[in-house]
Protein backbone atom coordinates (compact mmCIF):
# COMPACT_ATOMS: atom_id res chain seq x y z
CA UNK A 1 0.00 0.00 0.00
CA UNK A 2 3.05 2.10 1.01
CA UNK A 3 4.57 1.81 -2.72
CA UNK A 4 1.17 2.60 -4.33
CA UNK A 5 0.76 5.69 -2.33
CA UNK A 6 3.92 6.45 -3.41
CA UNK A 7 3.54 5.96 -7.02
CA UNK A 8 0.02 7.68 -6.82
CA UNK A 9 1.43 10.73 -5.36
CA UNK A 10 4.11 10.72 -7.95
CA UNK A 11 1.38 10.90 -11.02
CA UNK A 12 -0.55 13.52 -8.68
CA UNK A 13 3.09 15.70 -9.29
CA UNK A 14 3.22 15.34 -12.73
CA UNK A 15 -0.31 16.31 -13.62
CA UNK A 16 0.06 19.16 -11.22
CA UNK A 17 3.29 20.00 -12.98
CA UNK A 18 2.09 20.62 -16.46
CA UNK A 19 -1.33 22.14 -15.28
CA UNK A 20 0.74 25.08 -13.56
CA UNK A 21 3.47 25.06 -17.03
CA UNK A 22 0.52 25.29 -18.71
CA UNK A 23 -0.86 28.23 -17.39
CA UNK A 24 2.73 29.94 -16.65
CA UNK A 25 3.56 29.53 -20.69
CA UNK A 26 0.27 31.59 -21.38
CA UNK A 27 -1.44 28.22 -22.97
CA UNK A 28 -3.93 28.35 -20.72
CA UNK A 29 -5.69 30.97 -20.07
CA UNK A 30 -5.48 33.22 -16.74
CA UNK A 31 -8.04 36.70 -16.79
CA UNK A 32 -8.27 39.68 -14.26
CA UNK A 33 -11.32 40.43 -12.92
CA UNK A 34 -12.87 43.89 -13.90
CA UNK A 35 -13.26 44.40 -10.04
CA UNK A 36 -10.50 43.72 -7.62
CA UNK A 37 -10.42 40.43 -6.07
CA UNK A 38 -8.84 38.65 -3.09
CA UNK A 39 -8.22 35.19 -3.15
CA UNK A 40 -7.81 32.96 -0.32
CA UNK A 41 -6.93 29.70 -0.63
CA UNK A 42 -4.63 27.11 0.62
CA UNK A 43 -2.28 24.06 -0.54
CA UNK A 44 -4.02 21.38 1.15
CA UNK A 45 -7.19 19.20 0.91
CA UNK A 46 -9.26 21.64 3.49
CA UNK A 47 -9.94 22.29 7.23
CA UNK A 48 -7.78 26.02 7.33
CA UNK A 49 -10.24 27.88 8.05
CA UNK A 50 -10.82 29.83 4.82
CA UNK A 51 -14.73 30.57 5.82
CA UNK A 52 -13.90 32.23 8.85
CA UNK A 53 -11.37 34.71 7.71
CA UNK A 54 -13.64 35.58 4.71
CA UNK A 55 -16.00 36.25 7.41
CA UNK A 56 -13.84 38.69 8.98
CA UNK A 57 -12.00 40.19 6.14
CA UNK A 58 -15.85 40.63 4.88
CA UNK A 59 -16.88 42.42 8.34
CA UNK A 60 -13.59 44.80 8.25
CA UNK A 61 -13.41 45.82 4.74
CA UNK A 62 -17.00 46.54 4.53
CA UNK A 63 -16.85 49.37 6.59
CA UNK A 64 -14.92 51.34 3.99
CA UNK A 65 -15.30 49.66 0.75
CA UNK A 66 -18.50 47.80 -1.01
CA UNK A 67 -17.40 43.70 -0.09
CA UNK A 68 -18.96 40.58 -2.28
CA UNK A 69 -17.95 37.06 -1.48
CA UNK A 70 -17.74 34.68 -4.74
CA UNK A 71 -18.15 30.54 -4.14
CA UNK A 72 -17.61 27.40 -6.09
CA UNK A 73 -20.50 26.56 -3.97
CA UNK A 74 -18.64 22.96 -2.92
CA UNK A 75 -21.33 19.97 -3.43
CA UNK A 76 -24.32 22.65 -4.31
CA UNK A 77 -27.11 20.68 -6.15
CA UNK A 78 -27.44 23.75 -9.21
CA UNK A 79 -24.95 25.40 -11.63
CA UNK A 80 -23.97 28.78 -13.09
CA UNK A 81 -24.20 32.02 -11.29
CA UNK A 82 -26.10 31.99 -8.41
CA UNK A 83 -27.13 35.25 -5.24
CA UNK A 84 -27.18 33.87 -1.86
CA UNK A 85 -30.12 35.34 -0.24
CA UNK A 86 -31.22 34.47 3.20
CA UNK A 87 -34.28 32.71 2.16
CA UNK A 88 -32.04 30.63 -0.63
CA UNK A 89 -31.88 26.68 0.29
CA UNK A 90 -28.67 25.77 1.62
CA UNK A 91 -28.63 23.03 -0.90
CA UNK A 92 -28.55 25.35 -3.62
CA UNK A 93 -25.51 27.26 -2.97
CA UNK A 94 -23.44 25.00 -0.32
CA UNK A 95 -23.47 25.40 3.42
CA UNK A 96 -20.35 27.83 3.60
CA UNK A 97 -22.12 30.79 1.27
CA UNK A 98 -25.32 30.48 3.12
CA UNK A 99 -23.59 30.51 6.32
CA UNK A 100 -21.31 33.58 4.91
CA UNK A 101 -24.64 35.41 4.24
CA UNK A 102 -26.31 34.75 7.26
CA UNK A 103 -23.38 36.10 9.59
CA UNK A 104 -23.05 38.61 6.94
CA UNK A 105 -26.39 39.85 5.91
CA UNK A 106 -25.79 43.34 4.46
CA UNK A 107 -22.59 41.24 2.16
CA UNK A 108 -23.17 40.18 -1.37
CA UNK A 109 -22.74 36.38 -1.36
CA UNK A 110 -22.78 34.99 -5.15
CA UNK A 111 -21.59 31.03 -6.15
CA UNK A 112 -19.90 30.03 -9.69
CA UNK A 113 -18.10 27.20 -10.65
CA UNK A 114 -16.39 29.92 -13.32
CA UNK A 115 -14.62 32.33 -10.59
CA UNK A 116 -14.10 34.51 -13.96
CA UNK A 117 -17.27 34.59 -15.31
CA UNK A 118 -18.60 34.56 -11.68
CA UNK A 119 -16.65 38.24 -11.14
CA UNK A 120 -17.85 39.19 -14.46
CA UNK A 121 -21.77 38.64 -13.15
CA UNK A 122 -21.52 40.28 -9.85
CA UNK A 123 -20.20 43.61 -11.78
CA UNK A 124 -22.79 43.86 -14.44
CA UNK A 125 -25.17 42.81 -11.29
CA UNK A 126 -23.61 45.94 -9.24
CA UNK A 127 -20.67 48.04 -10.87
CA UNK A 128 -20.46 50.15 -7.63
CA UNK A 129 -18.74 46.68 -5.99
CA UNK A 130 -15.21 47.66 -4.54
CA UNK A 131 -14.04 44.22 -3.93
CA UNK A 132 -14.61 40.74 -4.27
CA UNK A 133 -13.28 38.00 -1.89
CA UNK A 134 -12.47 34.79 -4.00
CA UNK A 135 -13.40 31.41 -1.30
CA UNK A 136 -11.05 28.79 -1.89
CA UNK A 137 -9.94 30.06 -5.60
CA UNK A 138 -6.54 29.14 -5.12
CA UNK A 139 -6.41 26.50 -7.70
CA UNK A 140 -8.70 28.14 -10.01
CA UNK A 141 -6.04 29.36 -12.51
CA UNK A 142 -8.10 30.71 -15.09
CA UNK A 143 -8.45 33.45 -13.00
CA UNK A 144 -5.43 35.84 -11.80
CA UNK A 145 -6.55 37.71 -8.38
CA UNK A 146 -4.92 41.03 -7.48
CA UNK A 147 -4.07 39.76 -3.79
CA UNK A 148 -3.35 35.84 -2.67
CA UNK A 149 -3.87 34.86 1.06
CA UNK A 150 -2.56 31.45 1.60
CA UNK A 151 -3.44 29.85 4.48
CA UNK A 152 -1.96 26.76 6.39
CA UNK A 153 -2.61 25.48 9.48
CA UNK A 154 -0.07 25.58 12.60
CA UNK A 155 -0.59 21.74 13.24
CA UNK A 156 0.00 20.14 9.78
CA UNK A 157 1.80 23.31 7.52
CA UNK A 158 2.22 22.99 4.19
CA UNK A 159 5.89 23.06 3.72
CA UNK A 160 5.51 19.78 6.67
CA UNK A 161 3.29 17.96 4.14
CA UNK A 162 3.07 15.73 1.32
CA UNK A 163 0.93 15.45 -2.04
CA UNK A 164 -1.95 13.35 -1.82
CA UNK A 165 -2.12 10.46 -0.98
CA UNK A 166 1.30 10.80 0.90
CA UNK A 167 -0.26 13.31 2.67
CA UNK A 168 -2.88 15.99 2.54
CA UNK A 169 -1.55 18.45 -0.05
CA UNK A 170 -3.87 19.03 -3.49
CA UNK A 171 -1.28 20.92 -5.25
CA UNK A 172 2.37 21.52 -5.27
CA UNK A 173 4.25 23.06 -2.13
CA UNK A 174 6.22 25.76 -4.43
CA UNK A 175 2.62 27.17 -5.53
CA UNK A 176 3.03 29.25 -2.72
CA UNK A 177 5.96 31.56 -4.22
CA UNK A 178 2.54 33.11 -5.69
CA UNK A 179 1.11 34.25 -2.01
CA UNK A 180 1.20 37.86 -1.00
CA UNK A 181 0.36 37.00 2.68
CA UNK A 182 0.46 34.36 4.46
CA UNK A 183 -1.03 33.52 7.76
CA UNK A 184 -1.08 30.40 9.98
CA UNK A 185 -4.29 29.23 10.92
CA UNK A 186 -5.49 27.74 14.11
CA UNK A 187 -2.52 28.67 16.42
CA UNK A 188 -2.73 27.99 19.89
CA UNK A 189 -2.92 30.97 22.57
CA UNK A 190 0.68 32.68 23.90
CA UNK A 191 3.04 31.17 21.19
CA UNK A 192 6.85 31.82 21.93
CA UNK A 193 8.70 33.44 19.63
CA UNK A 194 11.13 30.67 18.70
CA UNK A 195 7.73 28.90 17.73
CA UNK A 196 6.77 32.02 15.37
CA UNK A 197 10.26 32.46 14.33
CA UNK A 198 10.72 28.38 13.03
CA UNK A 199 7.50 29.33 10.98
CA UNK A 200 8.90 32.55 9.31
CA UNK A 201 12.00 30.86 8.57
CA UNK A 202 10.17 27.55 6.85
CA UNK A 203 7.60 29.63 4.84
CA UNK A 204 10.43 32.21 3.66
CA UNK A 205 12.27 29.14 1.61
CA UNK A 206 8.82 29.87 -0.33
CA UNK A 207 8.02 33.74 -0.43
CA UNK A 208 9.30 36.81 1.31
CA UNK A 209 5.67 38.14 1.52
CA UNK A 210 4.13 38.92 5.19
CA UNK A 211 3.07 36.21 7.66
CA UNK A 212 0.42 36.72 10.37
CA UNK A 213 -0.74 34.35 13.26
CA UNK A 214 -4.41 33.94 13.86
CA UNK A 215 -6.30 31.60 16.28
CA UNK A 216 -9.67 31.12 16.95
CA UNK A 217 -11.97 32.00 19.88
CA UNK A 218 -14.94 30.18 20.48
CA UNK A 219 -17.76 32.38 22.16
CA UNK A 220 -21.36 32.36 22.52
CA UNK A 221 -23.61 29.42 21.79
CA UNK A 222 -27.00 29.96 20.09
CA UNK A 223 -30.03 27.83 19.72
CA UNK A 224 -30.34 27.00 16.35
CA UNK A 225 -34.11 26.99 15.87
CA UNK A 226 -34.66 29.88 18.36
CA UNK A 227 -31.22 31.76 17.94
CA UNK A 228 -31.65 32.14 21.94
CA UNK A 229 -28.14 31.99 23.46
CA UNK A 230 -27.50 28.69 25.89
CA UNK A 231 -25.16 28.28 28.55
CA UNK A 232 -22.59 25.43 27.86
CA UNK A 233 -23.84 22.44 30.22
CA UNK A 234 -21.59 20.31 32.03
CA UNK A 235 -21.41 17.51 29.87
CA UNK A 236 -22.44 17.66 26.13
CA UNK A 237 -22.85 15.25 22.83
CA UNK A 238 -20.66 16.86 19.97
CA UNK A 239 -21.77 16.92 16.15
CA UNK A 240 -19.35 17.73 13.53
CA UNK A 241 -19.06 17.57 9.57
CA UNK A 242 -16.16 18.98 9.34
CA UNK A 243 -12.24 18.61 8.04
CA UNK A 244 -10.42 18.90 11.22
CA UNK A 245 -12.26 19.31 14.90
CA UNK A 246 -8.86 18.78 16.93
CA UNK A 247 -8.79 22.71 18.16
CA UNK A 248 -12.58 22.77 18.97
CA UNK A 249 -12.40 19.36 20.71
CA UNK A 250 -9.15 21.36 22.62
CA UNK A 251 -11.12 23.78 23.51
CA UNK A 252 -13.99 22.59 24.76
CA UNK A 253 -12.50 19.69 26.93
CA UNK A 254 -11.65 22.49 29.31
CA UNK A 255 -15.04 24.01 29.43
CA UNK A 256 -17.50 20.65 29.36
CA UNK A 257 -17.44 17.17 28.99
CA UNK A 258 -17.51 15.61 25.65
CA UNK A 259 -19.73 12.43 26.50
CA UNK A 260 -19.67 11.62 23.05
CA UNK A 261 -18.88 12.96 19.40
CA UNK A 262 -20.37 12.13 16.23
CA UNK A 263 -17.35 13.21 14.00
CA UNK A 264 -19.53 13.00 10.22
CA UNK A 265 -17.01 14.05 7.13
CA UNK A 266 -16.70 17.60 5.81
CA UNK A 267 -20.11 19.14 4.12
CA UNK A 268 -21.88 16.21 5.40
CA UNK A 269 -25.67 16.38 4.28
CA UNK A 270 -27.80 14.88 7.49
CA UNK A 271 -30.31 12.46 7.34
CA UNK A 272 -32.92 11.59 9.38
CA UNK A 273 -31.44 8.32 10.43
CA UNK A 274 -28.18 10.06 11.31
CA UNK A 275 -30.63 12.24 13.54
CA UNK A 276 -32.48 9.40 14.88
CA UNK A 277 -29.42 7.60 15.94
CA UNK A 278 -28.11 10.95 16.99
CA UNK A 279 -30.84 11.57 19.63
CA UNK A 280 -31.52 8.27 20.65
CA UNK A 281 -27.84 8.07 21.80
CA UNK A 282 -28.48 11.27 23.64
CA UNK A 283 -31.57 10.19 25.53
CA UNK A 284 -29.86 6.86 26.29
CA UNK A 285 -26.81 8.76 27.58
CA UNK A 286 -29.23 11.15 29.84
CA UNK A 287 -27.87 14.03 28.02
CA UNK A 288 -30.11 16.56 27.03
CA UNK A 289 -27.69 19.28 25.42
CA UNK A 290 -26.33 18.51 21.30
CA UNK A 291 -23.77 21.15 20.63
CA UNK A 292 -22.55 22.25 16.85
CA UNK A 293 -20.79 23.92 14.33
CA UNK A 294 -22.88 27.36 13.31
CA UNK A 295 -21.86 25.58 9.45
CA UNK A 296 -23.89 22.19 10.79
CA UNK A 297 -26.49 24.39 12.13
CA UNK A 298 -27.08 25.48 8.80
CA UNK A 299 -28.39 21.77 7.64
CA UNK A 300 -29.56 20.63 10.82
CA UNK A 301 -32.58 23.46 11.11
CA UNK A 302 -34.34 21.00 9.17
CA UNK A 303 -34.87 18.21 11.61
CA UNK A 304 -36.44 20.95 14.52
CA UNK A 305 -39.46 18.86 14.61
CA UNK A 306 -37.50 15.46 15.56
CA UNK A 307 -35.34 17.60 18.31
CA UNK A 308 -38.23 19.31 19.64
CA UNK A 309 -40.34 16.03 19.90
CA UNK A 310 -37.43 14.63 22.33
CA UNK A 311 -36.78 17.60 23.91
CA UNK A 312 -33.61 17.70 22.98
CA UNK A 313 -31.48 21.03 22.65
CA UNK A 314 -28.72 21.78 20.48
CA UNK A 315 -26.88 24.94 20.10
CA UNK A 316 -23.96 26.24 17.73
CA UNK A 317 -21.07 27.91 19.07
CA UNK A 318 -19.33 30.72 17.04
CA UNK A 319 -16.45 31.37 15.80
CA UNK A 320 -14.28 34.51 15.98
CA UNK A 321 -11.01 34.96 14.26
CA UNK A 322 -8.16 36.42 16.53
CA UNK A 323 -5.02 38.02 13.99
CA UNK A 324 -1.82 38.93 15.23
CA UNK A 325 -1.08 42.09 13.11
CA UNK A 326 -2.65 44.83 11.31
CA UNK A 327 -3.51 42.27 8.16
CA UNK A 328 -6.62 44.66 6.83
CA UNK A 329 -4.13 47.65 6.60
CA UNK A 330 -1.94 45.64 4.57
CA UNK A 331 -4.11 44.69 2.31
CA UNK A 332 -5.30 48.32 2.03
CA UNK A 333 -1.75 49.09 1.03
CA UNK A 334 -0.90 46.14 -1.32
CA UNK A 335 -4.33 46.83 -3.16
CA UNK A 336 -3.57 50.50 -3.04
CA UNK A 337 -7.10 50.44 -1.39
CA UNK A 338 -5.73 53.40 1.00
CA UNK A 339 -5.45 55.87 -2.20
Known amino acids: MGLFYVFFSKIVLFILTIRHYLYDKNIFKSHKSPIKTICIGNLNLGGSGKTPLIIYLAKNLSKDYKIAVLSRGYKRKSSGFQIVNKQTDWNLVGDEPKLIKETLPNITVAVCENRFEGCLSLQKMDASIDLILLDDAMQHRSLNPDLTILLTRFNNPFFKDDLFPLGTLR??????????????????PNIHQDTKEFYLNAIDKYNSSPTFFSSYTYTQIHNIFSNNIEPLPNSIILLTGLANTSELIHDLSEKTRIVKHFEFADHYNYSNEDLNKIINEAINLNISFILTTTKDAIKLRNFQALFETHKIAIGAIHIDVVIDGQIINEIK???????
Open 171 to 188: DIKNRAITSDLNMITKCP
Open 333 to 339: NKLDLNQ
